[in-house]
């Protein structure tokens, strides 16, 4: 059974910093492209980061370039978001997932998020002060 259990999200201030994680189990995690999703509090899905194989390439959400950082830890079946000067606009919850293809997260805004075959439950992440 595959199964994709995410921590690290909380209350935290604008400005902020908190790395979430990923843990993966059931499936050959090196062989997925894996990502973060967040869900907005108007409900919006949207594709924030990703990553391939083996850490390249890399994928992100305009508005989280230069803040967020993915990254994944083959090892170990653990994927990471870290987040950086954190702005309330980043509240939503935050998803892991994992596809066959990069190209079903970086082709999302055309393509839906069909294509990612494998979600996590999410983790709530509120920035407010």
């Known amino acids: 059974q595959v199964e994709l259990v995410e921590s690290g999200g909380g209350l935290v201030q604008p400005g902020d910093s908190v790395t979430l994680s990923c843990a993966v189990s059931?499936?050959?995690?090196?062989?997925?492209?894996v990502g973060w999703v967040r869900q907005t509090p108007r409900k919006e899905r949207k594709v924030v980061a990703a990553v391939g194989w083996s850490g390249s390439p890399t994928y992100y959400l305009y508005s989280v370039e230069g803040r967020f950082t993915i990254s994944r830890d083959d090892a170990k079946d653990m994927m990471y978001l870290e987040m950086n000067s954190l702005k309330p606009e980043d509240t939503g919850i935050y998803y892991c997932?994992?596809?066959?293809?990069?190209?079903?997260?970086?082709?999302?805004?055309?393509?839906?998020?069909?294509?990612?075959?494998?979600w996590g439950k999410g983790t709530l992440v509120t920035v407010s002060s």
């Open positions: 059931g499936l050959k995690f090196a062989d997925y492209a």
């Open positions: 997932a994992a596809a066959s293809s990069f190209g079903s997260f970086v082709n999302s805004d055309l393509d839906g998020l069909r294509n990612i075959n494998y």
